[in-house]
């Protein structure tokens, strides 16, 4: 299934793009795409696991994803 | 209905459009960009957000808080961009017959805003620019 990816602030400065689109198996979960990336970029070891969002709604990390889901993760947000 | 704008806020007009003849009390709150932070001097913010997202929460915020005060009326805005010291990041305002609605609304607003809702800061020090949050979770 295709999953879009979408990184915001440090993530999207650490990743180097704002938007990627992935190819993943079905049954994949938002936690295991943090997982894929945190293998491709070395200083995402330092972080935890942040907020999950599908859809632009607020998820579990372990639920598992759709087709066509836009997924991003939440840095802790600064807003206010 | 936009909760997010790349413009100064015009917190008056934002008030202008919420006060009735019932209201007795006017609370505003307005997030302002500070020239520190943790012991460094900040000389700029930049904000940045998931905007589609921003929306939704910010709007669930509201609604939850008209839900909770239902004699409450209320509105914000969040700026997004580059502010320097002295600009406003964000008004929120909250008008009620009685003025406890509307401190604990508006006290409510800025609170849940803070803890859910997907904008991001780079603060920019002498040392250079950094996201603030993370860095303390590590």
């Given at each position: 299934m295709k999953i879009r990816l979408l990184f915001f602030a440090v993530l999207r400065d650490i990743v180097?793009?704002?938007?990627?689109?992935?190819?993943?198996?079905?049954?994949?979960?938002?936690?295991?795409?943090?997982?894929?990336?945190?293998?491709?970029?070395?200083?995402?070891?330092?972080?935890a696991q942040p907020m999950t969002a599908v859809n632009e709604s607020y998820v579990r990390a372990d639920s598992p994803l759709r087709d066509g889901d836009e997924v991003a993760f939440i840095p802790p947000v600064a807003g206010g | 209905m936009s909760y997010l704008t790349d413009d100064p806020i015009d917190t008056a007009a934002l008030v202008r459009r919420l006060l009735r003849r019932s209201d007795g009390a006017l609370v505003v709150f307005e997030g302002v960009v500070r020239d520190h932070s943790e012991g460094k001097a900040v000389e700029s913010i930049f904000y940045d957000a998931y905007r589609p997202m921003a929306e939704k929460e910010i709007g669930a915020i509201v609604d939850g808080v008209r839900g909770e005060w239902p004699d409450v009326a209320v509105d914000c805005l969040h700026r997004l961009g580059h502010l320097v010291v002295g600009e406003t990041s964000i008004a929120i305002a909250c008008v009620s017959p009685h003025r406890a609605e509307a401190f604990a609304a508006c006290r409510a607003v800025i609170d849940r805003i803070k803890?859910?809702?997907?904008?991001?800061?780079?603060?920019?020090?002498p040392d250079g620019e950094?996201?603030?949050g993370w860095q303390h979770q590590c």
């Open positions: 180097g793009k704002s938007e990627a689109d992935v190819e993943v198996p079905d049954g994949t979960r938002a936690a295991d795409l943090w997982q894929s990336l945190r293998a491709e970029h070395a200083q995402l070891a330092a972080y | 803890q859910t809702v997907p904008i991001w800061k780079k603060e920019r020090t950094e996201w603030v």
